[in-house]
C-alpha cells in the first residue's frame, strides 16, 4: 500500500461486510454557489444522495477568500447538521461529497472534496466516477516532483493544475481534464466560482438547478428537491459549467464524441424520486418490471418483492402480469451502520439479521421474486431458501437486468470477474445455485426499450455504456492494460526461465 | 427529579426529536433457557425486536452461579453482536430488553435488565408495559427502609420481593405480581430458571417459542424467526410461565379475568412479519386497508402509502378499491439515529430529510394518501402539503385507525391529551388542519371486524384495550388518582384562599 | 462477584499496574456548605486531595431541594474544571470523594458520593475508611429486605440509616453510625445542611476550615489553602460536626476512646505541605530523616532521595549527618496515568519508565538511598541496580519507617501479607533480596519519636494506628473473623473428611 | 490559515494554557537502525524525550520495503506503548517524534514524521529546529507546482528532494539541505538506512548511540539511557551521519563554520540527567546556581526552589552560599494535561493548581527563590505573592539565567517580545513588577563559565547561541526580513497616501 505523510484514518467503518451483494456506486457529489445557507443546503443534499456512498462525507465552503474543509467518516446525518458544524463551514459557496469504499481504503486522507493552494489560487475538487489512467498519469507527475497524498485517482487532477504549462487557474484545469481519461463528474470550487465538468461520455450523471439566485450542480435531482431547488436541465457530456458573481456560462473544452451515459443508474444506483436522461427512474423501473413480465411469463400466486430495490419493478411486474403485488419479505429498518466484526454466531444467521418472510402469505404459494441483480448470488440463495422454509411451493426469480458478467471501472465496486455469478457460469447454472425453480434475467434489448429506446440497443452505436453486461468498455483503459502488459512479461520470464 | 447514588447516564441519544408523529411503544423483551448460544439468540432475539424500543438495550445472561449483565444507550445491533461482547455474557440462559424513553429519562440506570441480589438468590428482570400504581407502591416501600435507584416503575417489583413476607423466591414473586395494577409482560431469570409472566388482562403481548431444547419468551414472533425457533403458543394472560431444568410448567396465580390485548399493536406497534392474537399482523392491516376502503368510497388515480407503516393497509385499500397503489412517496433510508441538536436550517426541512414526493407519479393525479394513524397532526401536515406541492390535483387522507383522542398508560408514549390533534378537535377540523381534501378514519367497529370479530366492537366487554381510542381503560390507574386529587386539593386550597 | 442491576464501568484505568510499589490511601473527602461557588471550591479542594485516590472522583452539590451528583472514572483535572461541569452542578453546598481501588473494583456504580432518597429527605455521602464489619451488616439487611447497588462498604450506612428505628434523619445517622466498626471520616450533605464524621479512633483525618461565611470539612489542610480557606481545627476523633444555616455545632454520640489516628499518614500519605495532628508534615519527615540518620549512621559521599516520597526524609538525613543531598535520581513527569496493557518490551523497561540515574554524580560514590518505605521490594531491587549500572560504589539504603509487615484494614490498599517484604523475611534477607550493601529501618520508636512523642511509642497505650508495623488492630475485625471461622471450619470438614 | 487537503485535527489539546510562563522546546527526534525491536526502542526513548514536546507524538517504522507510520495528538506514554500498537509498527527501523505547538496549529496533519514516496523511493523525516526561509522557499515551490500539506516547515524539505535536478535520493536530500537556513536536527528514514543531520551551527542538539548492532541518533543522551544504549558522541554540527546494512558512516557536505549550539537548553530544556555539549547537565545547572550565589550574595535564611526546575540551581546556590536548601513549595503531580477551559472560578485560583506554599517553613524566614528564568513574569508575581501570603519575611528572587529579552527563531516557543518581560523593562522595573524584595539574573558570562568557558563569553566568537538573551541571531532570517520589508512598504505607502 502507498505510504504519505497523512495521518491514518480508521478503516472499520463497514457496513454489513458479510451480507452486502449489491454493487455500490463509489460516490456522490454537490455544489452550490450564491446562497447564504450554502452549507446547510450542501448538507441536506449530500443526505439526499448518501444512497451514492455511505462511508465518508466532505463538506469545503468558501466565505470569500477563506476555505475550510470538514470530512469525516461515517453518515451525514450524523455528521454535517447541527448548528455548530454548519456555523463552522461559513460561505456563500459549498462543495461536497459522499463516498462508498472498499475495504482498506477507507481512510480519511482518501475523503474528499480535495483541496490545494496554487500559485493561481485555491481550489477545492469532489469527483464521482473513476479515471481509467490515472496510476499512468501519477507515475509521470511523481517522476517530475509530484508528491501524492492520497491513494484517490482525484488527487492526480490537483497535480495536472499545479504543473499544468498555461496561466490561469482555469486554463491549466483544462489543460488536465483533456489528460483524463475514464469517468468523471466534478464540481470544483475556486475563489471566482463554481465549476462542474461531465466527462466526453457523461457516464456518470451531473444535474444543474437553481434556488433562488443560486446555482446548484450535483448528482441526482433528488438533492435539488430536499432543499426546494428547481431542475434547470442536465449538465451535457463534456460540458463545463462555470457558475460567478456574473452568473453562468458553459464551454465545451473537448472534442465531440457520443455519450454513453451509465444504464445501470437506472437499474439500481439511482434514487427512484430522481430524474435521470430525462427520465422518471421509478418509472423506468416500473417499465423495466412490465418488459420483464412479458419476456418471462410464469404461472405463479404472488409477485413479491426484494425488498427495497426490487419493489418498483416488482410493481411493474404485478401491474402488468395481473399477479397479486404482496409484501413477502418484511425488512428490519434497523439493520445499523455497524456489525462490525460479528460473532460467529451472529454471523451464521446472515440475511435474516436484515429480512423475515412474511409466512402467512407464502405458505403453499407459487411465487415470483423481483430483484433489481445478481451480483455474486449469495444473497439470492438465501433468500430463495429463506421462501421455500416458509412453505413456498413453487420460487421463481426474476432478475430486473441482463447477467453482470464483467466488472465497471467507471466509479462503481465491483468485484473480480471471478467472483460475479454471472461470469462463472450461465443462467441455467445459475438458476441451480440460487437453488430457484426457474430464473430469468431482462434481455439487453428489453433494457434499453425500458430506458425508452424502443428498438432496443443499437450494437454499432449504444446509447449507454453497459460494459457490465456486455463488456463493451467505451474507453481506453490505460492502467488496466499496464498491468495486464506487466504480468504477461512476468509470465513470459517466469516461462521462458523454467 | 428523583435523585440517585447511580451514575448519571447521557441523555443525547433519541431519534429525530422534530420529526417524530407516531406513537412508542415502549419496550420489548426476550428471555432463551437452556441454550448453548443464549446469548447470541438473546442478542438477535432483540435485534428482530428493535422497533419496541431504540434508544437503549440491555442483556443479562446467566452461567450457572453467575449474572453478567450489559446495558448501553444505542441499538443491539451496533453494540450487542461482536464476538467480544458476546463472549462477555457467559451461559445458558439470558434475558434481554429494548427500550425507548422520553427525552430526559434516556438513562442508563434505567436500563434493564434490572437485577437484585436477594437473600433468597439472584433476580434479573425485564419488563414491558407501564404500572399504574408504581408511585403508590414506591412511597410505601421507601418509607418502609427501601431505596431506589431508577426511577423505572420495574424496580417496584424487586423491592416488594425483597421485603415480601413470604419466603421461598417464587413466593415472594406472585406475593409481589398481585400488588401490581396496570400492564406488564415480563421475563424474568433466577438461578432455578426462566419465568415468564403476563399481566391478567394480557394488555403487551409475550410468546412462547422452543428451539431445540431451549424455551423462549418473547414479545412478538418475528424474534422466534429470526433465531428459527418454532412458535408454540401466546402466553395466555395472567399466566406464569415457569422454565427450569426439569421443563416447562404453568401456574394462574390470578382471579380470572376476561383479557384485554392491545388493539394497537394490530395497527402500528408489532412487525408485519409477526403473529399476534394467532393473526398475521400484516394480513390484518390489509384487511384493515380493505374495511377503510369499503367505509369510505373514494373517486381517485392513486393509492399511496405514507411509508412504511402505512403500506400494507395502502396495498388492502387498492386491493379492495381496484385503484392502482404506486410509490408516490420515497423514503430516505439514511436518516440516522442522531440529527442531534440540527441546525434550524436543517429543521426547517423536517419532513423532507426522510421522504421525497415522486412527483412525476404524482403531478395532476387525485390521490388517496393512507397511513396508520394521526398523533399530532404535524408530519400529515407536511406530508399532504409535500403532495401539492408535487402537482397532486386532490389529496385524500384515510387513516387505518380510529382518532387518537386519549392517552395510554400501558407502556406507550403517548402526548398530553392536549397535544392530541383528535383530542383537540373533531374530524373535520383535522382535515381542514392538515389542509386535505378529505380526510375519513376507521371506525372502531371496522378495526374490531378487521381482528376477527365480525360485529364489530362489544360494548358491554371489549375484547381489546382500546383505550386510546375510547377512553374505555380496563384498570384502575391509581397513580393518575392520587395525582388529579392532589392538583385538586391545591386548587381547592388556591380557590378557598383567594 | 455481586451483580447489581446498575451499569458496568470500565476497569481499565489503572496507574502503572507494573510499577506501583506503594502503598495506596484509597480515598479523599472535601466539603462545603455557605459558599456560592461550591462546586468549584470542591473541585478544587478534590484536585489537592488527588494524591489520596487518582482513579475516580465525584461531586454532589445541592441547590436548595434539589441534589445532583456528577461521578467519573479518572482525575479531578480532567473532568471537574470546565464552566460547562461546574455550571451542571448548582448549588451553596456541595460534597466530593476521590478514589483509588484495587483492579477490578473500579466501576462507576462503587464511586461516590453515593446518595439516597429516604422518606426523611435526600441524603449523599463521601467516606474515607473502611468498615470491619460491612459485610456482617450487609447480610443482616439484605435478610430484611435492602437491595444493594454497589460493593462499597458505604452503601452499608445507606441502608443502615433507611431501615432505623428512629425518627429523624439526624437520629437514624447516629444509629447507623453506631453499629459501625473500622475507619470512617465522612462527609455528608442533606437539605438542612453539612454533616462531618470522624469516627472514635479518628483513624483517618478530617480537618475543619473556615473561608467568608462557608465551612469546610476536608482530609487535609492542603484542600483548605487552595481555596484560601482558613485552618480551625482538626475534627475530633468521635465527634460529628453539623453545619447548617444556623451555624456549627458539634455532638460526641460514642462512648470516649483514647483516639488512634494513623501515623502512616505522616510517613507517606499525606501532602508534605498539610498539618495533620498539629504538625507539619514536611517538618516531620525531615526529623524522621534525622532520626534516621542518628539511628544508622553511615560512610557515605552522598545522599539521595528515592523521588519524590523520599526527598523531604532524605533531607533531613543530609542535614543531621553532614553527607551532601543530591538529585541521583531523575524523575520523568511524564508517566501517564495510564500504559494500559503495555507490550513485553515496554513493560522489561519498568522502573527506567520513571526514573533515570544521574550518572555523572553517582558514579564511583558511595551513596545513602532514602526511600519512606518497602512493600514488596520490587522497585527497590529495581533503584539499587540502577545505581550500581550507573557506577556507585557502595549503596546504602534507608526507609524512613518501620518494615511493614502487616495488611492494614481501615481504608488503605494493602497487599496480602505473604506479598509484604517484611511480612516474608527479616532485615539481613531483605537487604539480600534488593542487593544492597546495607538496609536500615526506622525504629517504630524513633518514628513516634518524630512524631512528638519523646519516649517512643507506649506500648501499653499507643497514640496512634501503626497496626501495619506491629500487628495491633485497634478494632475488632468482625468480617475477617468470619472469613477466618469459615474457612476453618472448611478445613476441619475437609481433615475430618479425609 | 492555509487550508489543505488533509483532515483537521482537533486543537483542543493544550497544557494549562492559563498557567505555562515558560520557554518551550517545540520538538524532539529519536531515530534507530537494526533493532528487532525498533518500534518499542523509539517508543521509549520518545518517552524519555516527552519533555521537548507534549502535544503530539508519532513514529514511522520500517519493515524492509514497507513504512508504517502512526501520529497521535497527545503523550507517549498514552498512545504507543500497548503490545497492540507496538506491533501494528513492524521493522527493523524507526524514527520517531514530538512535538509542542503553538495553539490553533496543533493538528495532525503538521505532526510528524511526514512521509513521501519519492520517484527515487520513500522518505520519512522528523525534524527538531526551525528553518528562517521556510516561507521563502515555499512560495517558489508552489510557484513550479509543487501542492503543499501541511503549515509545517519540514514539508518544504521534501518538495525539494522531490524536486531536486540531482539524480540518486543522498544527492538530492544534501541538494535541499544546503538551500535551507535555520536550526534542523533531523533524523530521516529511507529504504537503504538511517540518516541523522545537525545544522551547521549544530543550534540543535543530537546524539549517536550504539546498543548491539543498532545504531542510534537522538536529541538527548537520557533516550539512550532509558534502552540501555551506550552514548557514542555528539552528532556534529554540519555532520550526516548514515547507517545502513553497510554499516556506519559520515559526510560534512557544508561549508565549515564555528559552531553555536543553543545554550537555553542548559538552562532549562534539557533533562538534567542528560549530557550536552560533553557536560552534565545537572552539574551545569548546579554551577549556575553557585554563579548565581557569588554573583549576587544574600542575607537569607532559606533557599526555596520554583519545582522542578528551579532545584539543581538551588541546590547550587545553597552549597555555595551556605543557606540551607528546603522544600518550600510543594508541587501537586496531578496537574493534569487538560484543564480545558477551566471555568473562571476554577481560572481563578491560577498557580495553586499547581504549586503550595510549604508555610510552617516559610513563617517569618527570609528566603531565596531560585528560578530557570523569568518569560512573561506572570508565574513569579504569583509564587512570590504565596511565599508572602505564607508569611515570608523577605522574598529573593534569583534567576538561573541573564534576562530573556529577544525570540527565539530556531525552534523554541517564544512569545512576541512585546509580551517578554525582559523586552519591556529592565531589572528595577521587573522587581517591582513581580513586586520581591530583590531580584537578581545571572550574567552572560556567569551563564558561560558555568558551561566551560572560564572567560565568559568571546563576543567576537561567541560559542554558543544566546540569541534569546543578546539578540545577536547567527543566520540571516529571510523570512523575519521579508515580513518586515512588506510591513514597511505597507507603512510607506500608507504614510504617503495619508
Given amino acids: 500500500m502507498p505510504q504519505s505523510f497523512m495521518p491514518n484514518g480508521s478503516s472499520t467503518l463497514t457496513t454489513n461486510p458479510f451480507d452486502d451483494d449489491k454493487l455500490r456506486e463509489e460516490c456522490g457529489v454537490f ?5 447564504p445557507d450554502a452549507t446547510a443546503h450542501t448538507a441536506l443534499g449530500l443526505h439526499a444522495l448518501q444512497h451514492r456512498g455511505q462511508e465518508a462525507a466532505g463538506i469545503t465552503s468558501l466565505n470569500g477568500q477563506e476555505f475550510t474543509t470538514r470530512r469525516v467518516l461515517g453518515q451525514v446525518a450524523d455528521n454535517f447538521t447541527s448548528q455548530e458544524v454548519i456555523d463552522s463551514l461559513p460561505g456563500n ?6 463516498r462508498y469504499s472498499t475495504t482498506g481504503e ?3 486522507r482518501n475523503c474528499q472534496p480535495l483541496f490545494a493552494e496554487f500559485s493561481s489560487g485555491g481550489f477545492a475538487v469532489a469527483h464521482n466516477g473513476n479515471l481509467t489512467n490515472a496510476a499512468h498519469l501519477k507515475k509521470q507527475l511523481i517522476s517530475r516532483g509530484s508528491i501524492f497524498q492520497s491513494t484517490s485517482d482525484t488527487e492526480v487532477i490537483l497535480h495536472l493544475i499545479a504543473t499544468s504549462h498555461f496561466r490561469g487557474l482555469m486554463d491549466r484545469f483544462v489543460d488536465a481534464l483533456r489528460q483524463l481519461e475514464g469517468a468523471y463528474s466534478l464540481v470544483t470550487l475556486t475563489r471566482e466560482g463554481l465549476i462542474g465538468v461531465r466527462d466526453p461520455l457523461g457516464v456518470r450523471p451531473l444535474v444543474l438547478g437553481k434556488l433562488d439566485k443560486a446555482y446548484i450542480m450535483c448528482s441526482e435531482t433528488c438533492a435539488l428537491d430536499i432543499i426546494g431547488a428547481e431542475y434547470v436541465r442536465d449538465v451535457e457530456p463534456g460540458e463545463v459549467v462555470i457558475v460567478t458573481d456574473e452568473g453562468i456560462k458553459s464551454i465545451k473544452p473537448f472534442p465531440e464524441t457520443k455519450p454513453r451515459p451509465c444504464i445501470f443508474e437506472h437499474v439500481y444506483f439511482a434514487r427512484p424520486d430522481s430524474f435521470m436522461d430525462s427520465l422518471s427512474v421509478y418509472d423506468v423501473r416500473k417499465r423495466i418490471g412490465a418488459e420483464l413480465a412479458r419476456e418471462n411469463t410464469v404461472d405463479a400466486d404472488l409477485v413479491i418483492p426484494v425488498p427495497d430495490s426490487g419493489t418498483p419493478a416488482a410493481i411493474g411486474f404485478a ?12 425488512r428490519n429498518h434497523y439493520v445499523g451502520r455497524t456489525f462490525i466484526e460479528p460473532s460467529d454466531q451472529i454471523r451464521h444467521f446472515g440475511v435474516k439479521l436484515k429480512h423475515n418472510a412474511n409466512k402467512w402469505f407464502i405458505e403453499g404459494k407459487k411465487i415470483v ?10 444473497t439470492s440463495l438465501k433468500i430463495v431458501n429463506m421462501m421455500r422454509e416458509a412453505g413456498a411451493a413453487e420460487v421463481h426469480m426474476r432478475i430486473a437486468s441482463p447477467p453482470t458478467a464483467h466488472s465497471c471501472f467507471y466509479g462503481v465496486d465491483t468485484p473480480e470477474r471471478s467472483k ?16 430457484a425453480d426457474s430464473l430469468s434475467f431482462l434481455s439487453i434489448d428489453g433494457l434499453y426499450r425500458a430506458v425508452n429506446h424502443k428498438d432496443g ?4 452505436c449504444p446509447a449507454h455504456c453497459d460494459a457490465c453486461f456486455t463488456g463493451d468498455y467505451p474507453t481506453f483503459l490505460t492502467d488496466q492494460s499496464e498491468e495486464e502488459e506487466k504480468a ?9 526461465g523454467s
Avoid at 488 to 496: H, K
Fill in 420 to 435: 460475479l455469478l454471472a461470469g462463472r457460469m450461465d443462467v441455467d447454472a445459475m438458476c441451480e445455485y440460487i437453488k
Fill in 93 to 98: 459557496s459549498a462543495i461536497g461529497h459522499v
Fill in 488 to 496: 504477461n512479461q512476468l509470465n513470459l520470464i517466469a516461462s521462458t
Fill in 457 to 460: 440497443r443499437n450494437n454499432s
Fill in 31 to 35: 455544489g452550490i454557489f450564491g446562497s
Fill in 319 to 330: 401491474q402488468e402480469s395481473g399477479i397479486p403485488f404482496e409484501l413477502g419479505i418484511i
Fill in 369 to 378: 421474486l423481483v430483484d433489481d441483480s445478481i451480483v455474486r448470488g449469495t
Fill in 106 to 108: 477507507t481512510i480519511l
